[in-house]
T-cell receptor, first 111, second 112 residues
């Protein structure tokens, strides 16, 4: 139980476009989800906490207008990287139940 | 959250026990010790957690020292699939909605 499904697993996009990443809780309801970013050979860094029905809480240094988070239902949180640039290329991971279960990650490459 | 210190890398022979240490000397009395691992290009996987007592599950054993300032994760019979980065984290809640802070972890390589 407590499975989180993340989609897509890989995405390549052109610089200046936007990309949406979905994180779904399959067999439970998640009022809170967490979004992490991981650059090559580095550890996971928390970007934001997604709260169902309210605004996300962003960590210091994370641009909320660039990384749009929507948590409109108890089973779905989305992260949209707007106007993506090559420096946004990274591995994005979502989590629910604060660390009990993680998504499989999304490898974003911006060209 | 209390900080943790782990060796950056370790090797272990396949079939042997892998013992991964973690130092958390500033841990508070109400903080749990959690272990995760991350296989290359995948999301982290929860392994085990404990507060004071030693714990064991189907994946691993967790040994916490009496003063709780350090712990050891034991993979009893390491396989090649156990090659991963292992993270030790201390946190207040028992799977509550608390944000996690990942350190740099230990890169464990299982040698055939």
């Amino acid at each position: 139980g407590a499975v989180v499904s993340q989609h897509p697993s890989r995405v390549i996009c052109k610089s200046g476009t936007s990309v949406k990443i979905e994180c779904r809780s399959l067999d439970f309801q998640a009022t809170t989800m967490f979004w992490y970013r991981q650059f090559p050979k580095q550890s996971l860094m928390l970007m934001a906490t997604s709260n169902e029905g309210s605004k996300a809480t962003y960590e210091q240094g994370v641009e909320k207008d660039k990384f749009l988070i929507n948590h409109a239902s108890l089973t779905l949180s989305t992260l949209t990287v707007t106007s993506a640039h090559p420096e946004d290329s990274s591995f994005y991971i979502c989590s629910a139940i604060s660390g009990y279960t993680f998504g499989s990650g999304t490898r974003l490459t911006v060209v | 959250d209390a900080k943790t210190t782990q060796p950056p890398s370790m090797d272990c022979a396949e079939g042997r026990a892998a013992n991964l240490p973690c130092n958390h000397s500033t841990i508070s009395g109400n903080e749990y010790v959690y272990w995760y691992r991350q296989i290359h290009s995948q999301g982290p996987q929860y392994i085990i957690h404990g507060l004071k007592n030693n714990e064991t599950n189907e994946m691993a054993s967790l040994i916490i020292t009496e003063d709780r300032k350090s712990s050891t994760l034991i993979l009893p019979h390491a396989t090649l699939r156990d090659t991963a980065v292992y993270y030790c984290i201390v946190r207040v809640t028992n799977f509550g909605n608390e944000k996690l802070t990942f350190g740099t972890g230990t890169r464990l390589t299982i040698i055939p």
